[in-house]
């Protein structure tokens, strides 16, 4: 059983620019939530998808965005990258625990 | 009072040791609570969860006071392979609507 998958795993992207990341959840997982982790900074909640729809969202600007399609794979947009968005983007499904993927490292020059 | 809270260490140990992480969370409704491991830029992976009773896999037990607000893992004869960091995780209201709160981690480093 595939379990989360991500893309890309590395992005270099340089001030101002926009960015979307991959996900898709565990088979059969509705579900999907985004983490932000900035070193030396533990895991931020960002956004929670289920059921093609936003149920919650953590405390970042609306520049963070994303949607979730009817497979229940999602993507999570960037615009307007600044310095501190450098950060590994995680992504996550299942209930009361959370399996994650790889993640995708993003570096803002 | 940070939501969970971890001291951040590092702890240096030889191998072989026994080494025990505390974490205390601020919200005393919390219903689900787990310890997860994650390696040097990698993705956190979940190491155990953490029940009233305490709990035990193998070498690694957990423990959890809900009194106090505390939760404790205890890795016994530690091995070099056990070098991560730590995270203490909180689920506030349970199941799938929690937003799972996350300390910044434990660093362990075993040495031979």
């Known amino acids: 059983e595939a379990g989360v998958t991500q893309s890309p795993t590395h992005l270099i992207k340089t001030r101002g620019q926009q960015v979307t990341l991959r996900c898709s959840p565990i088979s059969g997982h509705t579900s999907v939530y985004w983490y932000q982790q900035a070193l030396g900074l533990g895991l931020q909640f960002l956004l929670w998808y289920d059921e093609g729809e936003e149920r919650n969202r953590g405390n970042f600007p609306p520049r963070f965005s994303g949607r979730q399609f009817p497979n229940y794979s999602s993507e999570l947009n960037v615009n307007a990258l600044e310095l501190e968005d450098s950060a590994l983007y995680l992504c996550a499904s299942t209930t009361d625990s959370r399996i994650f993927g790889s993640g995708t490292q993003l570096s803002v020059l | 009072r940070k939501e969970v809270e971890q001291d951040p260490g590092p702890f240096n140990v030889p191998e072989g040791a026994t080494v025990a992480f505390n974490c205390t969370y601020s919200n005393s409704a919390s219903q689900s609570f787990f310890w997860y491991r994650q390696d040097c830029r990698k993705e956190p992976k979940l190491l155990m969860s953490v029940y009233s009773s305490g709990n035990e896999d193998g070498r690694f037990t957990a423990q959890l006071n809900r009194a106090s607000q505390y939760i404790s893992l205890l890795i016994r004869d530690s091995k070099l392979s056990d070098s991560a960091t730590y995270l203490c995780?909180?689920?506030?209201?349970?199941?799938?609507?929690?937003?799972?709160?996350f300390g910044k981690g434990t660093k362990l480093s075993v040495k031979p």
């Open positions: 995780v909180v689920n506030p209201i349970g199941g799938s609507q929690g937003n799972l709160i």
